[in-house]
């Protein structure tokens, strides 16, 4: 990576079941608190699994202007719209002199469902008796749903929403690719500026896995059913961990040249050292092994010419299914040894897409104070989970870098290498 396109981190957003803001999140991270809770946003006493990491302070109408967006914005785009607002005001962009045409924004985004009040007048004008007939369907949903409607569905719409409010014109583009999507957009920010087509990037990443709608189309095969609150429900790489807990939540970093960043009189938060991302073709069919994984934190490591010795931990995907996790930490202990390795959705769940962006703005958190959060529920650790678990407390006196690591059960693998600056 040459000098002149050396790519570094100048500001964070965070909402997140922990808080909104990277003051709060950062607080109640490191202090082992967690923000998974009884779900209470909507009904849930039909479903199986009733607690997930909720995120219960947030008022859109204190973050989205103009108001009247709200109109086309479902949840996940509110939630990053919200973080990119945040993260302007980190890096002090926010009425700042840029060139829009330099300025652009990338976001990793999930399947975005359709509230169910927006569809029950249709489908209730489609029932004849007790009977939904599809003949009726095509009128219904021409005369109940408003013309805007799909605008608040369309997975690149965070991007756009973002760009439109802060005149960023330069390039602009979404990914949605399940739970690596938000690495994917930090990745895709850090290669268009190194190709010298941008000085300053959005990027984020955004998802909400406790819509309704979504908990019923996925189902509960793979969550967590441990009772109570759900706050020890999510157990990465513990001998005892039987399912992942879904969440809801945002991360937006601010990527510029070191060069622009410079000529401003940014505070540089950390610098990219390399990003690579690997794919599995058979896991699908076969089951994921991890091996995408472990390519892609070696190329990474190399890129960055860093070693194991001189990492200071890993940001695990640390979902807290029994096969993946097993496949990650099987791949993270082949590549990288013993080093320390932290799994942040014990402490605020699955985020889907926008899992990955808050995890990394934890480990840059995680470096300018020096200390590792810890995995929360890591009591009994599993043979088949070979990697060293920093839990019970923050682990302090760790090398200023980090590596954090997002996969996909269809194969797809994706590491970021990050450093503090100086």
């Not at 219904?140 to 369309?154: D, F, G, I």
């Not at 990474?300 to 029994?322: F, K, Q, S, Y």
Request: net charge neutral; charged share 20%; hydrophobic share 45%.
């Amino acid at each position: 990576m040459g000098s002149t396109f050396e790519v570094v981190v100048t500001g964070i957003g965070v909402v997140s079941p922990l808080g909104i803001g990277t003051d709060t999140f950062w607080r109640r991270l490191v202090a082992g608190e967690s923000g998974i809770k009884p779900l209470d946003r909507f009904d849930a006493s039909a479903l199986s699994v009733r607690f997930g990491g909720q995120i219960t302070d947030f008022d859109p109408k204190e973050h989205v202007r103009p108001r009247k967006s709200l109109k086309v914005m479902s949840r996940e785009i509110q939630l990053g719209f919200a973080a990119a607002e945040l993260a302007m005001a980190d890096a002090g962009l926010v009425g700042a002199a840029r060139d829009p045409d330099r300025f652009g924004v990338v976001f990793g985004g999930d399947m975005i469902y359709a509230d169910l009040e927006d569809l029950a007048g249709a489908y209730r004008r489609s029932l004849r008796g007790r009977q939904f007939d599809f003949s009726l369907w095509s009128e219904a949903v021409h005369e109940e749903l408003h013309p805007l409607w799909l605008l608040k569905h369309l997975p690149n719409m965070t991007a756009s929403h973002i760009a439109i409010a802060h005149d960023a014109r330069g390039p602009n583009n979404s990914i949605v690719l399940g739970d690596v999507s938000g690495l994917l957009a930090v990745a895709e920010a850090v290669s268009v500026i190194q190709r010298g087509w941008a000085d300053v990037m959005l990027a984020g990443g955004t998802g909400c896995r406790l819509h309704p709608t979504a908990l019923v189309a996925r189902g509960d095969a793979l969550l967590s059913h441990r009772a109570g609150d759900g706050r020890g429900a999510c157990r990465p790489f513990d001998r005892d961990r039987d399912g992942l807990v879904n969440g809801e939540g945002a991360g937006v970093l601010v990527i510029e040249s070191r060069a622009h960043a410079v000529a401003r009189g940014a505070r540089i938060r950390a610098r990219i050292l390399a990003t690579a991302s690997r794919c599995e073709p058979g896991a699908r069919r076969t089951g994921l092994t991890g091996s995408s994984l472990r390519q892609a934190i070696g190329a990474t490591m190399t890129a960055a010419g860093l070693d194991a010795e001189r990492l200071g931990h890993v940001n695990a995907h640390g979902v807290g299914t029994i096969d993946m996790d097993r496949a990650e930490a099987t791949a993270i202990a082949a590549e990288l040894g013993a080093v320390p390795v932290t799994a942040p959705k014990s402490s605020f769940g699955h985020l889907g897409a926008g899992g990955g962006t808050v995890e990394l703005a934890a480990s840059v958190l995680a470096l300018e104070h020096g200390l590792v959060p810890p995995t929360l529920n890591y009591e009994h650790p599993d043979p088949q989970c070979p990697v060293r678990v920093v839990h019970g407390g923050p682990l302090a006196g760790r090398p200023a870098t980090a590596l954090a690591v997002n996969l996909c059960s269809t194969g797809q693998a994706v590491a970021v290498a990050i450093a503090a600056d100086g």
